[in-house]
Each structure stands twice: as C-alpha cells, then as structure tokens.
C-alpha cells in the first residue's frame, strides 16, 4: 500500500513586505518558500513558484501597501499559479486589506470595491483569507470561504496598560470606532468617550463635540488606521481644548501617507503607536511613532489553521474586532 502522505506546511510572501513574511516564517520555524517574482518593462508581473507546491498547504503574505494596486496583482498572479500547481489548499495573508473604506455605496454610480476584491481573491484561488482589523467587519460577508478576521486590540491595550498611566480614558475618534474603543476600554477597566465629526471632503475631519468625561485625564485615542492623520491631529487638539493632560494615538494600520508625517510632528500628539501589518518608508515616520509587531499573532494564527485547531481559542473564544 502507497504511503498517505503527511501535510506540508508553505509559506510565501510577495514584494509588498517580505520581511513581514520572513518574521511570520521565523516563528513559525521554516523558511519562505522560493518564488521568483519580476517586473517586465511594460508594467506587467511574473510569478513563478520555484518549487514543487503539488498537495502543500500554502499562505501567501501581501499587505496591501502602495504601490496598492500592483500588490494586488501580483498576490492575484501568486494565488492562480499555486491553484495551476495544484497546491491542496490555498491562503491569502492580507494583514491590511486594501479598499476597505469602500464598502457600500454612499452616492451614486459607485463601486463596492472591498467587494470586487473579494471576489477576485476567491477566483484567483484563495480558499481561506487571514486579515486583521477590517475597517467594516462586514467585508468578510463578501468572502463564501472562511475569514479569519484578527484583532490587534490585545496587543495595543497591553501596550497602553504597561505604561501605567494613573487617570486613562480611551476615546473613540468617531461615531464607527465605537466597538473598537469598547474593546480596548473593556481590556483596561478605564473610562471611554466619543468624538462627534464630519468629514468635509475625503481625508478632511471637523471634530465637532466631544462625548464623556476628558478633563484632567490621559486620552488615548483608537481607531482601526492611520492615513493622513488628519482625524488624529484634529482629535488631539480638541481634547486638549477640553482638557485632557496628554493625548495618545493607538491604530493597527499606519498607513501615513500624504502630509501625515508633518501634521504628527507639528501635533500635540505625545506617542503614535501602531502595528507592522504593512510597511512604513523611513521619509513618512515620524519621531513619535512606535512600531508593535503582529508576526507572532498571524503565525499562532496560520499554525492553527494547518493544524485544523480552533483559531478563536487563540483570542480566549472570541477572534472578532
């Protein structure tokens, strides 16, 4: 009789941030798979698996970092070779998932483009999707395989709870991060307030009120991502102007992109903390930002779900934002 061959377990990055991919390898205690990836002249993307695949179980790591769009084609490119290459099962590591502000239409004549994202990783061959802090948790309804929707809460509030501040609150930027901010207040047993804003144009933020109790304390602020900073920036200030002692900023995405750099510099932020779920160029980091790693919590993750172990365990029963 033939002998069952046992399992493999596969991990591959894509040029969006192979270093991420490297530190998730290293946990897990192997080494990225080979895959020769190039640009040709004209823009278009290569991808060719330099190693037998047949029958492993594979991940594929690509944050969805600018350049956004051709990171995209080439995790689609990766995905659809392994699926030619007949690998048993296939997994997209997409630790910021890119178009998810667009989630729903809002005017007419628009896209769902977190949709159509899903739907091209699906025909691409992803069967599975490991992501973190979805900015709409209603994204994985988009997915007809299973999504393991991570939470860098934990890792933040730790964060937060180590430095010892005496009289903290936790304050949600908006009326969306509600949820959010409840996690990170329920984690630390401290207070939280909201902000009340509208946007004026897109990456533009009014702070218009300020909900709870604020004077005299240590304000956090949390949020799912950072972009221009605009909102934080704007935030920060109308703390202060309501009497909070120093302002902090907590987020899993730092996206910093356009001006973020100069309104944190010239801000009255006193710390920006986020996490490496996508690559951070040394001109757009700013002196007041910090840097927590997720590799250990994708590679638990990816361990679990070789092994066909229950992923929620790893959250104490519960790996929902």
């Given at each position: 009789?033939?002998?069952?061959t046992r399992?493999k377990?596969?991990i591959f990055?894509g040029?969006?941030y192979?270093?991420?991919?490297?530190?998730?390898?290293?946990n897990?205690?192997i080494s990225?798979g080979k895959?020769?990836?190039?640009?040709?002249?004209?823009?278009?993307?290569y991808?060719?698996?330099?190693?037998?695949?047949?029958?492993?179980?594979?991940?594929v790591v690509?944050?969805?970092?600018?350049?956004i769009?051709?990171?995209?084609?080439?995790?689609l490119l990766?995905?659809?070779?392994?699926?030619?290459?007949s690998?048993?099962?296939i997994?997209?590591?997409i630790?910021?998932?890119?178009?998810?502000?667009?989630?729903?239409?809002?005017l007419?004549r628009?896209?769902i483009?977190?949709?159509l994202?899903?739907?091209?990783?699906s025909t691409a061959g992803?069967e599975?999707?490991?992501?973190?802090?979805?900015?709409a948790?209603q994204?994985?309804?988009?997915?007809?395989?299973?999504?393991d929707?991570?939470?860098?809460?934990p890792?933040?509030?730790?964060?937060i709870s180590r430095?010892?501040?005496?009289?903290?609150?936790?304050?949600s930027?908006?009326a969306?991060?509600?949820?959010m901010a409840k996690?990170?207040?329920?984690?630390?047993g401290t207070?939280?307030?909201?902000?009340?804003?509208?946007?004026?144009?897109h990456?533009e933020?009014?702070v218009l009120?300020?909900?709870?109790?604020?004077?005299?304390k240590?304000a956090v602020?949390v949020d799912?991502m950072i972009?221009t900073?605009?909102?934080m920036?704007?935030?920060?200030q109308?703390?202060?102007?309501?009497?909070?002692?120093e302002?902090y900023a907590?987020?899993?995405?730092?996206?910093?992109?356009?001006?973020?750099?100069?309104?944190?510099?010239?801000s009255p932020?006193?710390r920006?903390?986020?996490?490496?779920t996508?690559?951070?160029?040394e001109?757009?980091?700013?002196?007041?930002?910090?840097?927590l790693?997720?590799a250990?919590?994708?590679?638990n993750t990816?361990?679990s779900?070789?092994?066909?172990e229950?992923?929620?365990?790893?959250?104490?029963g519960?790996?929902?934002?």
């Open positions: 009789m033939k002998e069952v399992k377990l596969m990055s040029r969006s192979p270093e991420l991919g490297r530190q998730i390898a290293g897990l205690g990225l895959v020769d990836l190039q640009t040709f002249s004209n823009g278009e993307l991808v060719r698996f330099e190693e037998s695949v047949r029958g492993v179980d594979a991940f690509q944050p969805c970092s600018p350049p769009n051709a990171n995209i084609i080439e995790l990766m995905l659809d070779a392994l699926k030619r290459a690998a048993k099962r997994s997209a590591v630790p910021y998932y890119g178009y998810s502000r667009q989630d729903k239409k809002t007419a628009e896209p483009s977190a949709r994202i899903a739907d091209l990783l992803a599975r999707v490991l992501t973190m802090d979805l900015h948790g994204i994985q309804g988009f997915f007809s395989g299973p999504v929707h991570l939470t860098a809460v890792l933040l509030a730790s964060y430095q010892g501040f005496s009289d903290l609150v936790i304050v930027p908006d969306g991060r509600v949820k996690k990170y207040s329920d984690h630390l207070p939280m307030a909201i902000l009340h804003k509208r946007r004026p144009g990456n933020a009014e009120h300020v909900i709870g109790e604020v004077k005299g240590t602020l799912d972009d900073a605009g909102t920036v704007a935030s920060s109308a703390l202060l102007d309501q009497g909070a002692v302002v907590c987020a899993t995405h730092g996206i910093f992109s356009g001006p973020a750099r100069e309104r944190i510099d010239g932020l006193k920006v903390v986020v996490t490496n996508l690559p951070i160029p001109e757009r980091l700013s002196d007041k930002v910090e840097i790693s997720i250990s919590i994708f590679a990816i361990a779900v070789f092994k066909d229950s992923v929620s365990e790893l959250f104490g519960n790996n929902q934002p």
